[in-house]
């Protein structure tokens, strides 16, 4: 069956000190994992898609990296503003989407 | 550029009582989804629609939830008669073409069943 796992549930952190959020999958075929923000009251918002092992995407503090069975979502230097739940879902060889449950990530000031 | 637009934002009613969700996707946006969050979780794909067709709607209860997308344009997703479990976010998401282009997701419709 195929399934998406996220690590940790929560995380807190200080203001400035570096971290990963981990998405483990087991899915036949790989068609591109997606990580996204969500923050309360809203719907996720974008911030990566990656399609095959070794591949790797930056948007300001944030860099996400594949393996053939897990990502990772470094957060380099966070600032209060990061906090939010951050999700992770993949496609399949038959298109489907999976979510996991996502991190919520706290950044203290 | 306008985002994708759900109305209500939120919805309380009573179980065996129906509700409808309103969305209205990125214009020339194709394709469009439902989703179900449920608290503390992720979003559960419920329909995908590809212009005004069904594409995927394998995780829709089709005994009660249903949903049509008329003109390829705005969508509606109806509860009938709703059940306590159906308590969640309905979350609509657009996107260019189907699953290789970026989701766009609108703000959700909270949905409270007593």
């Known amino acids: 069956e195929d399934q998406v796992t996220q690590s940790p549930e929560a995380l807190r952190l200080q203001e400035g000190e570096s971290s990963s959020l981990n998405c483990s999958y087991t899915?036949?075929?790989?068609?591109?994992l997606f990580w996204y923000r969500q923050d309360p009251g809203k719907g996720p918002e974008f911030l990566f898609t990656l399609y095959s092992a070794g591949e790797e995407k930056e948007k300001e503090r944030l860099k996400a990296t594949l393996t053939k069975k897990e990502s990772f979502l470094h957060i380099t230097a966070p600032k209060p503003e990061d906090s939010a739940t951050y999700l992770c879902?993949?496609?399949?060889?038959?298109?489907?989407?999976?979510f996991g449950k996502g991190t919520r990530l706290h950044i203290l000031p | 550029e306008a985002g994708v637009a759900q109305s209500p934002r939120y919805k309380i009613i009573e179980k065996r009582q129906s509700v409808a969700f309103w969305c209205n996707p990125i214009?020339?946006?194709?394709?469009l989804y439902w989703y179900q969050q449920i608290l503390g979780q992720g979003p559960k794909l419920l329909i995908q629609f590809q212009n005004n067709g069904v594409v995927d709607d394998s995780q829709l209860p089709k005994d009660r939830f249903s949903a049509e997308r008329l003109k390829g344009v705005d969508s509606t997703l109806k509860i009938q008669p709703a059940k306590l479990e159906d308590s969640a976010v309905y979350l609509c998401?657009?996107?260019?073409?189907?699953?290789?282009?970026?989701?766009?997701f609108g703000a959700g419709t909270r949905l409270s069943v007593l």
């Open positions: 899915v036949s075929g790989l068609r591109g």
């Open positions: 879902a993949v496609r399949a060889r038959d298109d489907k989407i999976i």
């Open positions: 214009s020339g946006h194709a394709t």
């Open positions: 998401a657009s996107s260019l073409a189907q699953w290789k282009n970026i989701q766009y």
